[in-house]
């Protein structure tokens, strides 16, 4: 993993709010919202990963398109490269847009499938650009070299593709116009579990070669581990807990992250027989009905009197650590002595360590969506 803490920071995102209107009758009559993400905040330093995670349902892709303003929030502000591009006109704001750039999770759907590769690929550089049809081509060729699909495939539709090609396509779509700052919004959930560690590494090398910064959102928390610096968890549209990637999967803070990662697979199987999951109760609420005081409070297994009826803050804990939960109110408890080894015990062996971001692991996470096999 890279060092990304003394870099600048490219992206602030301050309250974020996506309300979607509920209406009813035949005037369509607002009578309430549904509150995909509720008052978001965080950072991306230039050249880092943030992975968003979180269950389905709890508002990551919203979150990220309303980021690019795919959406129009309801309130915040998000500042890319110094500008909020919530305050922006349309005419600043399709200035703004090769530099922030989309990666969708469903590469077929985001194929238009009457256009050849060429036409895909080259459709930003003709909305944006004025090169000539060398230049342009020139340009495709590139690209095509980056993402790893053979020149010869320019003239062909997506159709004639396997699920992770098609992937491969939509990157490097989204990379033609050279932009800073990418949402890679699950793009592996919809791809065969042998193609997403060949996916994750491409981005890893496009994003070492070019400089790039990611918000990765996810589901699949192994894969999280692998690819991001830092890590954002996400629940009924609110962050609950954001440390840097090793901390967070080390030591979890919010009940609902330890909850959350207890779930997780553990390849060695001592640990895992040894370990103790934590199962939650009851369903997750509405988002368009939250439950008063802390959104997880009806859920959590420390839930407290003051939970369910003030919200907690999202707050620094610790150096770049943040949590929302009313059991840090005070800062994070004090870390107890540790307890000496008896001497007729051999200390248990350590695995090694993962390995830092310039040797990258290729184990693949899991898939919801299983597709064609193979490049």
């Known amino acids: 993993m890279f060092d990304t803490a003394n870099r600048k920071t490219l992206i602030e995102v301050k309250g974020l709010k996506m ?3 509920i209406t009813s009758g035949l005037l369509r009559r607002r009578i309430g919202d549904v509150k995909a993400v509720d008052n978001v905040s965080f950072t991306i330093r230039e050249g880092e990963t943030l992975g968003l995670v979180g269950e389905s349902g709890c508002g990551k892709s919203t979150c990220g398109r309303a980021i690019l303003r795919l959406y129009e929030p309801t309130a915040g502000s998000v500042m890319i490269d110094g500008q909020n591009i919530l305050a922006l006109p349309s005419d600043r704001l399709r200035k703004m847009r090769p530099k922030m750039q989309m990666v969708f999770q469903d590469p077929q759907a985001s194929l238009n499938p009457r256009m050849t590769v060429a036409a895909i690929i080259g459709e930003p550089l003709d909305e944006h650009t004025r090169m000539s049809g060398a230049e342009k081509l020139t340009r495709i060729y590139e690209l095509m070299d980056q993402v790893g699909l053979n020149r010869d495939f320019a003239n062909r539709y997506p159709h004639e593709f396997s699920g992770g090609q098609r992937q491969r ?5 989204a990379l033609a116009l050279n932009p800073k700052f990418i949402v890679c919004d699950e793009p592996i959930a919809a791809l065969d579990v042998s193609i997403q560690a060949q996916v994750v590494n491409l981005l890893e090398e496009l994003q070492d070669s070019l400089g790039l910064t990611y918000l990765f959102i996810s589901h699949d928390l192994s894969m999280v581990r692998h ?3 830092r890590v954002a968890v996400m629940y009924l ?3 609950a807990e954001l440390a840097p990637r090793e901390v ?3 030591e979890p803070l919010h009940p609902y992250t330890q909850a959350l990662l207890s779930a997780v697979p553990e390849p060695d199987p001592e640990t895992e027989a040894t370990r103790q999951r934590i199962i939650l109760k009851g369903d997750v609420p509405s988002p368009a009905n939250p439950p008063k005081g802390c959104n997880f409070s009806t859920r959590c297994p420390r839930v407290m009197d003051t939970c369910r009826v003030h919200g907690p803050a999202f707050r620094e804990v610790a150096p770049d650590r943040f949590v929302a939960c ?6 994070l408890p004090p870390r107890p002595a540790a307890a000496k080894p008896a001497p007729t015990k051999a200390p ?3 695995r090694k360590p993962a390995a830092n971001r310039t040797t990258r692991k290729t184990t693949p996470g899991k898939t919801r969506k299983p597709t064609q096999q193979g490049e």
């Open 19 to 21: 309300y979607f209107p």
């Open 169 to 173: 396509i939509g990157i490097a779509r």
């Open 227 to 229: 690819i991001a610096d």
């Open 237 to 239: 549209g609110q962050i």
């Open 248 to 250: 967070l999967y080390a």
């Open 326 to 331: 009313h059991l840090y109110n005070d800062g």
């Open 348 to 350: 248990a062996a350590r």
